[in-house]
């Protein structure tokens, strides 16, 4: 007894703690010996010993836990002082990342636009012929589909192929004024050196009451925002078509690499294609439920923002991940 007490009362560690235990506690350890023993013995003298027994038990026990929790603790105390990390040391392997070119781009879109009091809508990427064509006065077969080169799945539903739709939810569920841009993803059968089968695209929707809004209010807002991203640039209107506005544009700046003498980025005529725009189509309003409104509605790519702003000469490269490309963004 006395030797178990000293033994334990030595032990500098748990797993010798628990050698300890088991010699005491254990199948063949000191306890089932001696309570085997009780078996021969009768009368007094077994009630002698089962009372001494138990009494050691309790106080081995006792014993043994008091000095577990003893060494658990200084266990944990001297591991959190090996593992502490002094994090005010300076690890110079430790490099900062930064934002993709086309959504920091992007970013710089949305600033403008938030800045000009427009609120920011999202909407799905896989969508219904409803929102992304018929609302947006492209009726089925209408030939103006084949703008825009769609991916279908089997049950009808499709890959949104511009961010229009997202204005469409919008007019649905709110009333105008509306002022608002789309930012996303949007999706169409396309890949070459400026094409790819994913890209990004910010639209604009601006609805207010009566007539208010003219192709003026259009033409003062890109002009502005366009100089705000590229700097000091001309800007230019060339009459378009899209089905959802009318009267229609595309929004040329004059060249920002030769500065409008012609170069091979611009095909040497000074100008680049940025934005298509236009006052938005009655039919619209009409498929939403509006009557009595105006509006206007714009939309742009941000891979071709970010090319522009980068000088990357091939679009794809934006989507492959080569670190060599990405570093340079930091
Ligand atoms: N939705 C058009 C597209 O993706 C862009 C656009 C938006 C043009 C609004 C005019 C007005 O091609």
Same mark, same amino acid.
């Given at each position: 007894?006395?030797?178990?007490?000293?033994?334990?009362?030595?032990?500098?560690?748990?797993?010798?703690?628990?050698?300890?235990?088991?010699?005491?506690?254990?199948?063949?350890?000191?306890?089932?010996?001696?309570?085997?023993?009780?078996?021969?013995?009768?009368?007094?003298?077994?009630?002698?010993?089962?009372?001494? #027994?138990?009494?050691?038990?309790?106080?081995?026990?006792?014993?043994?836990?008091?000095?577990?929790?003893?060494?658990?603790?200084?266990?944990?105390?001297?591991?959190?002082?090996?593992?502490?990390?002094?994090?005010? #040391?300076?690890?110079?392997?430790?490099?900062?990342?930064?934002?993709?070119?086309?959504?920091?781009?992007?970013?710089?879109?949305?600033?403008?636009?938030?800045?000009?009091?427009?609120?920011?809508?999202?909407?799905?990427?896989?969508?219904?012929?409803?929102?992304?064509?018929?609302? #947006?006065?492209?009726?089925?077969?209408?030939?103006?589909?084949?703008? &825009?080169?769609?991916?279908?799945?089997?049950?009808?539903?499709?890959?949104?192929?511009?961010?229009?739709?997202?204005?469409?939810?919008?007019?649905?569920?709110?009333?105008?004024?509306?002022?608002?841009?789309?930012?996303?993803?949007?999706?169409?059968?396309?890949?070459?050196?400026?094409?790819?089968?994913?890209?990004? &695209?910010?639209?604009?929707?601006?609805?207010?009451?009566?007539?208010?809004?003219?192709?003026?209010?259009?033409?003062?807002?890109?002009?502005?925002?366009?100089?705000?991203?590229?700097?000091?640039?001309?800007?230019?209107?060339?009459?378009?078509?899209?089905?959802?506005?009318?009267?229609?544009?595309?929004?040329?700046?004059?060249?920002?690499?030769?500065?409008?003498?012609?170069?091979?980025?611009?095909?040497?005529?000074?100008?680049?294609?940025?934005?298509?725009?236009?006052?938005?189509?009655?039919?619209?309003?009409?498929?939403?439920?509006?009557?009595?409104?105006?509006?206007?509605?714009?939309?742009?790519?941000?891979?071709?923002?970010?090319?522009? #702003?980068?000088?990357?000469?091939?679009?794809?490269?934006?989507?492959?991940?080569?670190?060599?490309?990405?570093? &340079?963004?930091?």
């Amino acid at each position: 007894m006395k030797t178990y007490e000293e033994s334990i009362e030595a032990c500098k560690d748990l797993n010798e703690l628990e050698k300890i235990r088991l010699k005491i506690f254990g199948k063949k350890g000191f306890f089932s010996g001696e309570f085997a023993r009780l078996k021969s013995l009768k009368g007094e003298e077994k009630k002698e010993l089962a009372n001494s #027994l138990n009494s050691a038990k309790d106080s081995l026990t006792n014993l043994l836990n008091e000095k577990k929790e003893k060494l658990e603790l200084e266990f944990i105390n001297s591991s959190m002082q090996k593992e502490s990390v002094d994090v005010s #040391l300076f690890n110079a392997s430790t490099s900062s990342g930064a934002l993709h070119p086309v959504y920091e781009t992007m970013n710089k879109i949305i600033d403008y636009f938030v800045g000009m009091g427009f609120a920011v809508e999202e909407g799905p990427l896989a969508e219904d012929d409803f929102h992304n064509f018929e609302a #947006l006065n492209l009726p089925k077969y209408h030939p103006a589909r084949d703008m &825009q080169d769609t991916f279908y799945f089997d049950d009808g539903m499709l890959l949104r192929t511009h961010t229009s739709p997202v204005q469409v939810r919008t007019m649905l569920s709110q009333k105008p004024p509306i002022r608002m841009i789309c930012p996303g993803a949007v999706f169409r059968r396309d890949f070459d050196l400026t094409h790819t089968p994913m890209f990004h &695209q910010v639209e604009g929707l601006v609805v207010e009451p009566g007539n208010s809004v003219s192709f003026a209010n259009l033409k003062f807002i890109l002009e502005d925002f366009l100089k705000y991203i590229f700097g000091d640039i001309k800007v230019r209107f060339r009459p378009s078509f899209f089905p959802f506005t009318e009267p229609s544009a595309e929004v040329d700046i004059s060249c920002i690499f030769c500065k409008g003498d012609g170069c091979r980025v611009c095909s040497h005529t000074g100008w680049l294609e940025v934005l298509g725009c236009g006052v938005v189509d009655q039919n619209v309003f009409k498929a939403v439920g509006y009557s009595d409104v105006s509006g206007y509605a714009f939309g742009l790519g941000v891979e071709r923002f970010a090319m522009l #702003l980068h000088q990357i000469p091939d679009l794809r490269s934006l989507f492959e991940g080569d670190l060599r490309l990405l570093e &340079q963004f930091k």
